[in-house]
């Protein structure tokens, strides 16, 4: 998917609200993703199979980027959580450039593991959004407080422009320091993780992590179709990280 450059607008408001939307139930799915997601907070979590995969796929560079994530996410659990969410951030943009799928992948559209994100170095913002979602579950960073969230970007770029324009899809992580409360944006496009009231230019249409799928949460959304097939990728994706050890 492409990913759109981005630049603020005005009155974020209370787009952002946990409460907001319809909370779909996609039991089967989320059981499988649950399971993926207790195994990688486990002290139990196998990051010298992880390397040795990367070397094996994708050579040494590769395995100079895994080990490099090795240690930073062991170094994690003494830090605060606010730390932990701005390393991540600032390691997955620092060795991930941006590739569309076409180029990357040779298809129109594919969700990489972290592995294969880190490992070949490119991602689109679904690839960053998910190496960092599952970096921060690792590092011991609670599933309830990120959800993986597709917006409406406007295009422009971050430092500025008109307001009116054009609108693109993409994806971001949210965290959410307190359950209720306003998140921060981890965008592949912007180094700095900032509040969601400094992101207006993005509008969330739906967003999903371990526990659920939150659909209808920007204003007139109303169909899940879109989200049902994300959720799909995401089914995929599971499967290719539990074959890969992540369980």
Request: charged fraction near 20%.
């Amino acid at each position: 998917m492409a990913c759109a450059p981005l630049r603020p607008a005005s009155h974020a408001g209370n787009r952002w609200a946990r409460a907001g939307g319809l909370r779909v139930a996609l039991v089967a799915l989320l059981l499988c993703v649950v399971a993926v997601a207790s195994a990688v907070l486990g002290q139990g979590f196998d990051f010298e199979h992880q390397i040795q995969l990367a070397a094996s796929r994708h050579g040494p560079r590769a395995k100079q980027t895994m080990v490099q994530w090795r240690d930073l996410l062991v170094s994690l659990p003494a830090a605060t959580q606010e730390e932990r969410v701005r390393k991540v951030h600032e390691f997955v943009n620092d060795h991930v450039s941006y590739a569309e799928d076409s180029v990357a992948w040779r298809v129109s559209d594919y969700w990489a593991t972290p592995l294969e994100t880190l490992g070949r170095g490119v991602g689109d913002c679904e690839d960053y959004a998910i190496a960092k979602y599952f970096s921060l579950l690792i590092a011991g960073v609670p599933s309830k407080q990120l959800r993986m969230t597709y917006v409406k970007a406007r295009l422009g770029g971050a430092a500025g422009g008109s307001v009116g324009g054009s609108s693109i899809a993409h994806m971001v992580l949210a965290y959410y320091p307190t359950v209720t409360g306003e998140p921060y944006i981890l965008d592949s496009l912007i180094d700095d993780v900032r509040p969601a009231s400094q992101r207006p230019d993005l509008t969330p249409i739906f967003s999903f992590n371990s526990d659920g799928l939150w659909v209808g949460v920007a204003p007139g959304t109303t169909s899940s179709g879109s989200s049902t097939a994300r959720l799909s990728m995401w089914r995929n994706l599971i499967a290719k990280m539990q074959a890969d050890g992540f369980e």
